[in-house]
């Protein structure tokens, strides 16, 4: 009874702090509002220890609260054959929908001019932050129709925000009273209908994001000013809410964010990690990142993220995934975007591409509308490289790297290294991914080391390949581009190579 009256007190508490907004006096914490290091950060320097791709074994092992042990945990194969996921950023962030998701921050935190100017010019004086919550209709949210346009990108997981700095929860969660998709806004639980579609329709892995902190929370604020002595936040909110989407939804990935102030002891993460390991509904499948404090990033956990838009242009020692936006500057749909700020599609195939050459994952982010649309320029993105990869994608899901990522003497030329056949003696295929279509109309590969038995084909092509041998490498010629099936990025599978 006791726990029951601290919860609803503090609940009260919460929300009424939320409806009344911040003030500039309450607003005390100005480092609080930086903008994600993850944004800005140069391509660091990755963690040495590489996890293993290998099946769990030992289903009876335990995992401990310490990261030397949950680092020993092998990578569920799942993820690193899937090459490709769609992160979806949604929100209340999703209703002003102008400059980025971090728009209450930018507005009410650090006073940026553009945002205070747009709220002066379109919202009545004395509105807060919390009032768009209402706004957040989700009317046309077709779950249904979501999961058919994510399943045709091709892309094997998708990872939600559950919940982003602002606080709001997509699900009803006990933790997040009367500032959740149920209390406020669409009145439907958004989480559960996406997962439920995403299951009965695709074979999709279903997968969240969640933040670790919130920018305006009292318990929050509270606890920075004790100096993360105490954990008032993280054990009335921030862990619960963890447990709770994990023993409800089942996610196959936990995409942690917001980790940068406190180290991940105030966090109590490898308490929570462990138990998603060793406990949880989805210990043998489930896959964390690396946000799980200050000083994880790039250390721990089963895939690194590192920074955003992180695409090192090398092979990495370790499994790591480049999440990616088709808007150039947000990851929440934007109503002041111009079309020079999307990604084309020869531009997203070209990251995806260089990416798995390197050994990582590609999360390709799309931000849908208040009302509960993925804008069409989205859903062309997407149909558009799920069409590539029905041609090509042969030479991604699945496949490896090769022992050379990109060709030395022809730029824009990538490898990857596929499955291959069972067969005895018969090798891996090597696939040459061309991003440029060669004027000349050849294309001179020389990292390939040839053998009696080489074959050259093109995918997407019908006809026999013209090739012969050059020092090094060998030159290929190019069938009329009006006979090919598709029209960027263009795949040679090279069969018996010499390695």
Same mark, same amino acid.
């Given at each position: 009874?006791h726990?029951?009256?601290?919860?609803?007190?503090?609940?009260f508490l919460?929300?009424v702090?939320?409806?009344t907004?911040?003030?500039t006096?309450?607003?005390k914490?100005?480092?609080?509002?930086?903008r994600?290091?993850?944004?800005?950060?140069?391509?660091?320097?990755?963690?040495?220890k590489?996890?293993p791709h290998?099946?769990?074994?030992?289903?009876s092992y335990?995992?401990t609260?310490?990261?030397?042990?949950?680092d020993?945990r092998?990578?569920?194969?799942?993820y690193d054959?899937?090459?490709?996921?769609?992160?979806?950023?949604?929100?209340?962030?999703?209703v002003?929908?102008?400059?980025?998701?971090?728009?209450?921050?930018?507005?009410q935190?650090?006073?940026?001019?553009?945002?205070?100017?747009?709220m002066?010019?379109?919202?009545?004086?004395?509105?807060?932050y919390?009032?768009?919550?209402?706004?957040?209709?989700?009317?046309?949210?077709?779950?249904?129709?979501?999961?058919?346009?994510?399943?045709?990108?091709?892309?094997?997981?998708?990872?939600?925000?559950?919940?982003?700095?602002e606080g709001?929860?997509?699900?009803?969660?006990?933790?997040?009273?009367?500032?959740?998709?149920?209390?406020?806004?669409?009145? %439907?639980?958004?989480?559960?209908d996406?997962?439920?579609?995403?299951?009965?329709?695709?074979?999709l892995?279903?997968?969240?994001?969640?933040?670790?902190y919130?920018w305006?929370?009292?318990l929050?604020?509270?606890?920075?000013?004790?100096?993360?002595?105490?954990?008032?936040?993280?054990?009335s909110?921030?862990?619960?809410?963890?447990?709770?989407?994990?023993?409800? !939804?089942?996610?196959?990935?936990?995409?942690?964010?917001?980790?940068?102030?406190?180290?991940?002891k105030?966090?109590?993460s490898?308490?929570?990690?462990?138990?998603?390991y060793?406990?949880?509904?989805?210990?043998?499948e489930?896959?964390?990142n690396?946000?799980?404090?200050?000083?994880?990033?790039?250390?721990?956990?089963?895939?690194?993220?590192?920074?955003d838009?992180?695409?090192?242009?090398?092979?990495?020692?370790?499994k790591?995934?480049?999440?990616?936006?088709i808007?150039?500057?947000?990851?929440?749909?934007?109503?002041?975007?111009?079309?020079?700020?999307y990604f084309?599609?020869?531009?997203?195939?070209?990251?995806?591409v260089?990416?798995?050459?390197?050994?990582?994952n590609m999360l390709?982010?799309?931000?849908?509308?208040?009302?509960?649309?993925?804008?069409?320029?989205?859903?062309?993105? @997407?149909r558009?490289i799920?069409?590539?990869?029905?041609?090509?994608?042969?030479?991604?899901?699945?496949?490896r790297p090769?022992?050379?990522?990109?060709d030395?003497?022809?730029?824009?030329?990538?490898?990857?290294?596929?499955?291959?056949?069972?067969?005895?003696?018969?090798?891996?295929?090597?696939?040459?991914i061309? @991003?440029?279509w060669?004027?000349?109309?050849?294309i001179?590969?020389?990292?390939p080391?040839?053998?009696g038995?080489? %074959?050259?084909?093109f995918?997407?092509?019908?006809?026999?390949?013209?090739?012969?041998?050059?020092?090094p490498?060998?030159?290929?010629s190019?069938?009329?581009k009006?006979?090919?099936?598709?029209?960027w990025?263009?795949?040679? %599978? @090279?069969?018996?190579?010499? !390695?």
């Amino acid at each position: 009874m006791h726990n029951l009256s601290y919860c609803l007190l503090a609940a009260f508490l919460i929300t009424v702090y939320i409806r009344t907004g911040s003030s500039t006096d309450e607003f005390k914490h100005e480092t609080a509002a930086k903008r994600s290091p993850y944004e800005t950060t140069k391509v660091p320097s990755m963690s040495q220890k590489k996890k293993p791709h290998v099946p769990i074994q030992d289903q009876s092992y335990r995992y401990t609260p310490d990261w030397e042990s949950l680092d020993s945990r092998p990578l569920p194969l799942w993820y690193d054959e899937a090459k490709f996921g769609i992160f979806i950023h949604w929100g209340v962030f999703s209703v002003p929908s102008f400059g980025s998701e971090w728009f209450w921050i930018n507005w009410q935190g650090s006073k940026n001019p553009k945002y205070v100017e747009f709220m002066k010019k379109n919202y009545p004086p004395g509105f807060t932050y919390p009032e768009f919550g209402p706004m957040f209709t989700a009317e046309f949210f077709d779950p249904e129709q979501w999961a058919e346009i994510l399943k045709s990108s091709g892309a094997k997981y998708i990872v939600l925000t559950s919940k982003h700095h602002e606080g709001f929860t997509l699900w009803p969660s006990k933790y997040s009273w009367n500032w959740n998709a149920v209390d406020v806004g669409p009145k %439907r639980d958004l989480v559960g209908d996406l997962a439920n579609a995403i299951r009965n329709n695709t074979d999709l892995k279903f997968g969240l994001y969640h933040s670790l902190y919130e920018w305006f929370h009292p318990l929050y604020v509270k606890d920075k000013d004790n100096n993360w002595n105490t954990q008032d936040f993280v054990k009335s909110k921030t862990m619960p809410e963890l447990y709770e989407i994990v023993n409800k !939804y089942q996610p196959s990935v936990i995409w942690s964010d917001g980790d940068w102030e406190p180290n991940d002891k105030y966090w109590n993460s490898t308490d929570f990690i462990a138990w998603l390991y060793n406990d949880s509904p989805v210990k043998k499948e489930v896959v964390v990142n690396d946000r799980w404090g200050s000083g994880t990033t790039c250390k721990h956990g089963d895939i690194y993220t590192c920074t955003d838009r992180f695409n090192p242009g090398t092979l990495q020692p370790h499994k790591w995934e480049n999440c990616f936006t088709i808007d150039r500057k947000s990851w929440g749909f934007r109503r002041n975007a111009m079309l020079s700020d999307y990604f084309s599609t020869p531009d997203l195939i070209k990251e995806m591409v260089t990416t798995i050459s390197c050994g990582g994952n590609m999360l390709l982010n799309v931000g849908p509308t208040h009302y509960g649309q993925i804008p069409p320029i989205y859903e062309e993105r @997407l149909r558009q490289i799920g069409g590539w990869l029905r041609i090509n994608g042969e030479a991604i899901y699945g496949s490896r790297p090769w022992i050379f990522q990109n060709d030395t003497r022809t730029p824009e030329i990538w490898y990857t290294k596929g499955k291959g056949s069972k067969e005895l003696f018969i090798s891996d295929p090597v696939y040459a991914i061309i @991003l440029e279509w060669p004027k000349s109309g050849v294309i001179e590969l020389t990292a390939p080391t040839t053998t009696g038995s080489t %074959r050259v084909t093109f995918l997407g092509y019908a006809g026999a390949v013209k090739w012969t041998l050059s020092a090094p490498g060998i030159r290929v010629s190019f069938p009329s581009k009006s006979k090919v099936s598709n029209d960027w990025a263009w795949v040679l %599978r @090279l069969d018996n190579l010499r !390695y």
